[in-house]
């Protein structure tokens, strides 16, 4: 089975702090993801990666970033934490297949509370 | 840019009752998966629809896919507590290989 372990499951931090949100897969996936997942709004993508320090914007990627410098990690930054990057973030990851889309995987999720 | 609506946002139901959460795109999808995530849980992938018109069944669980790759349904008959959860559609649009997801429905089932 795949896994996808984030670093935390609950996180406080405060407005203006650098926040590092991590993701490790062990299927070694060429795609990774980030979304926020608030209610009423579904799955927002962030950041995507589809190779080892590639990446491309997401619908929302304003005040984030991420870093893939290795296969199996995917790394998303909150430059300067603000109250409304408040959220649950989950991360992804998914094979590439011939044939287009594969199932996503997903972690368990870091509840990002800013305060 | 493209846009994947889904309906409705919750449903009660009691259970023994059938459910159906609706999937709309704006434009026309190269294929459509569907989501589970149980409360507290993360999405878990349920199947993957790629031809125009097709039907798959899962158990009690049926999916379509729309003649014209622009809309799907997820349809549970007779439904159970274990059902309890928010499902999710997901579409790639042709050209692209970004999947867009739906905003979810909620399953709440009443013992």
């Known amino acids: 089975d795949v896994k996808v372990t984030q670093s935390s499951r609950y996180l406080v931090k405060r407005t203006g702090e650098k926040v590092f949100l991590e993701c490790v897969q062990d299927?070694?996936?060429?795609?990774m993801f980030w979304y926020r997942q608030d209610p009423g709004l579904g799955l927002r993508l962030i950041y995507f990666?589809?190779?080892?320090?590639?990446?491309e914007k997401g619908d929302i990627p304003e005040g984030y970033s991420v870093s893939r410098e290795k296969k199996e990690r995917f790394s998303l930054i909150l430059e300067s934490a603000s109250t409304n990057q408040t959220s649950m973030y989950l991360c992804a990851s998914e094979v590439v297949a011939g044939g287009g889309a594969q199932p996503q995987h997903f972690g368990d999720g870091t509840r990002l509370s800013i305060l | 840019g493209q846009q994947v609506m889904q309906i409705p946002q919750y449903q009660h139901v009691q259970e023994g009752e059938d459910f159906t959460t609706y999937c709309n795109s704006s434009t026309t999808l190269s294929n459509i998966q569907w989501y589970k995530q149980r409360p507290g849980g993360h999405p878990v992938f349920l199947i993957q629809?790629?031809?125009?018109?097709e039907v798959k069944k899962q158990k009690r669980l049926t999916f379509q896919f729309g003649e014209a790759k622009k809309n799907s349904s997820l349809h549970i008959t007779a439904t159970q507590t274990t059902d309890v959860g928010t499902y999710f559609c997901?579409?790639?649009?042709?050209?692209?290989?970004?999947?867009?997801f739906g905003a979810g429905t909620r399953l709440f089932v009443k013992a």
């Open positions: 997901a579409g790639q649009g042709g050209g692209g290989f970004k999947t867009i």
């Open positions: 299927m070694d996936h060429e795609n």
């Open positions: 629809l790629v031809k125009s018109g």
């Open positions: 990666s589809y190779d080892v320090k590639m990446k």
